[in-house]
């Protein structure tokens, strides 16, 4: 099974907007209303910060935001933060689980 | 406190076994289907296992299939992963999650470290 793909780094300075992209297949992503979004800072577990494509979890700021058209997701982290640096990892619900291959995203 | 605690981790020969454990509190585990996730040293998240929350329906990546086994114990409010013919590709953290449903893992634990090598 062949993961979700995901640019392998992102990048904005503070205060700005950024979108990272997930792009899947008529299998995935563009099948079911299911991609979740999954932030992870080094060391740490992962953090489960959209699901359902465009759901936030209680406790995640609006500043993080998902949207999809088709086959592609998109995730978008607005008012950048330092503590915004992190991986992000998108998943879609299909028969067998995939998740994309990460997302660095560095705060300038 | 809801939280999710794996333990069993550790080091083993190629061709060994080891069998994980996650133990579960604060909320109803019998609710919930839940998953095991893996993230091998410097790379991404892949999905290994789930179970329904009866534990009727199992299923797993391909890249296990016949060697691992998912299985839980609602009494217990336990999730146990039996690894078998251990490979080192299988090197990884593994997570358990809680699976709110259509795989949104809303709760992780910390992981346990699983090392395969001679």
């Known amino acids: 099974q062949s993961a979700l793909t995901q640019p392998p780094s992102a990048s904005g300075s503070p205060g700005q907007s950024v979108t990272i992209s997930c792009t899947g297949s008529s299998s995935d992503v563009g099948a079911y209303n299911y991609v979740s979004w999954y932030q992870q800072h080094p060391g740490k577990a992962p953090k489960l910060i959209i699901y359902e494509v465009t759901k936030r979890p209680s406790g995640v700021p609006d500043r993080f935001s998902g949207s999809k058209s088709g086959n592609t997701a998109s995730l978008t982290v607005s008012g950048l933060q330092a503590d915004d640096e992190a991986d992000y990892y998108c998943?879609?619900?299909?028969?067998?689980?995939?998740f994309g291959g990460g997302t660095k995203l560095t705060v300038l | 406190e809801v939280q999710l605690v794996e333990s069993g981790g550790g080091l083993v020969q190629p061709g060994g076994s080891l069998r994980l454990s996650c133990a579960a509190s604060g909320f109803t585990f019998s609710d919930y289907w839940v998953d095991w996730v893996r993230q091998a040293p410097g790379k991404g998240l892949e999905w290994v296992a789930n179970?329904?929350?009866?534990?009727?329906?199992?299923y797993y990546v391909d890249s296990v299939k016949g060697r691992f086994t998912i299985s839980r114990d609602n009494a217990k409010n336990s999730l146990y992963l039996q690894m078998n013919s251990l490979r080192a590709e299988d090197t990884a953290v593994y997570f358990c999650?809680?699976?709110?449903?259509?795989?949104?893992?809303?709760?992780w634990g910390q992981g346990t470290l699983v090392t395969v090598s001679s």
């Open positions: 179970i329904e929350p009866d534990g009727s329906g199992k």
């Open positions: 998943a879609s619900f299909r028969v067998s689980r995939v």
């Open positions: 999650a809680r699976n709110r449903g259509w795989f949104s893992l809303d709760l």
